[in-house]
């Protein structure tokens, strides 16, 4: 037996027990007479002593163990008379009879503590001891327990957990596939699945009406902060479903979740549209942590003379409650934020209801305090409160107000990450053009199904039409997203018209599903959380890789295995594969 309790385990009430245990040396402290070393595992940190008098072979031995050697010790349980609060074992040491040294380590080339001094490039080069590290440790253990709820909620639901290949063809979710060649088959490709989605369709043409997997998967996309070529989903689907059906079991998952993870009780669960989502906060994933309404001013602010008024498409503004003591220096600062080349807007207006009830303005020039008066019922402003006015085209100047109330929300604190608000936006538009190809998208995915009663638009006015799409929003963070899906042939076969597939094309790609349509195909609909996201807002961060093992890097690299690399000439051949000068 290698060891008889683990570092986190031992109490005041296993004092005098005799005991053995295994883990890494976190640290010691050699103070002559005695030597102090903190043995650390997974489960925590205990203190063993050394005590040169009695132990002289050992304590010689401990002297000499480096940071990180793995260690086992047999000893006995004493109470400390110096007690460390913060540590579990805190009150507790073991003296020390025995001292085997199970492997040796060599320095590691960063410290193993919360706060360490090694840059992210090294951390990712040597994940495993990263990951000895206790944040990272709670990152695995709390994402450990997201799992095991989410696993245990849906099986009550009554889904099943039921596993889909990954060795595919394409299935569109709007990236770019990873491509396998196959050697058995000349000349032809498998692709990583972006998603289980057909096969969960499959699924339930199959009958099995509720189906879950926690699945990985793959995207080639261009990396962002919070993206990885691979990463990990809560997939879902059911049948005989309408979109409430689905709305509410997995508001019922994710209140679980909270609960059960984070003993919170999170039960409110808003719908919006996504039109007015666009329309009141300039984003498909609002932050609902704080309200701060956009406000549309064309008619109190259009026609006074003020040309970039005049001109604009949409002028509209945020109320910043409280704010209007601001400086000179802090509305310059705001201005340079809602100019920079990200955000893009001209430039900024405010207008201050100051405390003794005056409106003091940018634009003053422009107009009188009357007519700011009426902006200011507009805004439901009080004495106190500033007014942050944009106008452009609309679109564009509603993304930039978007960027504008989320630094607002920041700077007057109104975004604290353990404060979770869901939203629910709704009834996605089922196509966007997109200008680079000139035709339209699926906005969700080409199975989504277009709304009943905007069926008809498809032919006349396709932008029009909105789906049975819904998003998952926490804390303007798009947990996760689905819809009810096409289980008709004639509708998908039109579906893959509009989005500019030949028939042939759409045979040749999605026959698979359209046959299958054809045996009995229940209606049907799912949705997808992004696991690695939803782990990463309970841990209260936004860096999805802190919470993922073994995650990649910025240009979708492993640097600890140094992957992707060159394979040998043979196996090209046996794939039939030549190799290309690489451009630059
Ligand atoms: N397959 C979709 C996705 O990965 C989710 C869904 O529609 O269920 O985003």
């Not at 005098?16 to 925590?44: H, P």
């Not at 819904?470 to 963070?477: E, K, P, S």
């Amino acid at each position: 037996m290698l060891r008889t309790h683990t570092c986190g385990e031992l109490r005041i009430s296993d004092i005098n027990s005799t005991v053995k245990l295994s883990g890494w040396v976190q640290r010691s402290r050699d103070l002559g007479g005695m030597t102090f070393i903190d043995l650390r595992d997974r489960y925590g940190i205990t203190q063993l002593v050394f005590n040169m008098e009695t132990h002289p072979k050992q304590g010689e031995q401990a002297r000499k163990l480096g940071r990180e050697y793995v260690i086992q010790i047999t000893g006995k349980v004493a109470e400390r008379s110096n007690k460390n609060a913060k540590i579990a074992t805190g009150d507790i040491e073991i003296i020390v009879d025995d001292l085997t040294i199970l492997n040796k380590a060599k320095l590691p080339p960063f410290t193993i503590e919360d706060d360490t001094d090694g840059g992210e490039e090294l951390r990712m080069k040597y994940r495993y001891l990263d990951l000895r590290r206790n944040p990272l440790r709670k990152a695995m253990e709390l994402r450990h327990k997201m799992a095991i709820t989410t696993r245990n909620y849906l099986d009550k639901q009554g889904f099943f957990e039921i596993e889909t290949p990954y060795l595919i063809k394409s299935t569109p979710e709007g990236a770019r596939d990873f491509i396998v060649p196959s050697r058995m088959n000349a000349n032809q490709f498998y692709a990583l699945p972006q998603s289980p989605q057909t096969f969960k369709q499959l699924l339930m043409v199959a009958g099995y009406d509720r189906y879950y997997q926690i699945v990985k998967c793959f995207r080639d996309e261009d990396l962002r902060a919070d993206r990885q070529p691979e990463f990990t989903q809560i997939d879902c689907e059911m049948a005989f479903v309408e979109q409430e059906d689905i709305l509410n079991t997995f508001e019922g998952l994710t209140s679980y979740l909270f609960k059960e993870v984070k003993g919170l009780d999170i039960s409110n669960f808003p719908r919006m549209d996504y039109a007015d989502a666009m329309k009141f906060y300039g984003s498909d994933k609002p932050d609902m942590r704080f309200d701060m309404r956009f406000v549309e001013l064309n008619d109190l602010a259009q026609n006074k003379g003020f040309v970039v008024f005049d001109q604009a498409e949409l002028v509209i503004g945020i109320n910043a409650s409280g704010m209007a003591e601001y400086t000179r220096k802090q509305l310059d600062q705001l201005t340079d934020f809602v100019k920079k080349p990200q955000i893009g807007a001209a430039g900024l207006v405010y207008v201050k209801y100051n405390t003794d009830g005056t409106l003091k303005s940018s634009v003053d020039k422009f107009y009188s305090s009357e007519e700011l008066q009426k902006w200011a019922e507009r805004f439901a402003a009080k004495p106190g409160d500033l007014m942050l006015i944009l106008s452009g085209g609309t679109d564009k100047v509603r993304k930039q107000l978007n960027e504008l109330r989320l630094e607002m929300g920041n700077r007057m604190g109104l975004r604290n990450p353990n404060t979770f608000a869901p939203l629910w936006v709704v009834d996605f538009p089922l196509l966007e053009w997109d200008e680079e190809s000139g035709r339209y998208h699926a906005m969700h995915h080409p199975f989504t199904s277009p709304k009943k009663e905007d069926i008809e638009l498809l032919s006349t006015d396709p932008g029009k039409v909105r789906a049975n799409a819904y998003d998952l929003v926490i804390n303007g963070v798009e947990i996760g997203g689905g819809s009810i899906r096409i289980h008709d042939r004639d509708l998908q076969k039109l579906m893959f018209k509009h989005l500019g597939f030949t028939d042939e094309e759409a045979q040749a790609q999605f026959g698979f599903l359209m046959d299958a349509f054809e045996f009995g195909a229940p209606p049907h609909g799912g949705v997808a959380f992004g696991f690695d996201r939803i782990t990463s807002l309970f841990g209260g961060s936004d860096s999805i890789r802190d919470y993922i093992a073994f995650p990649k890097n910025n240009s979708g690299r492993d640097i600890m295995i140094d992957s992707p690399s060159p394979i040998a000439q043979e196996q090209l051949d046996e794939l039939r594969l030549n190799l290309v000068k690489a451009k630059k």
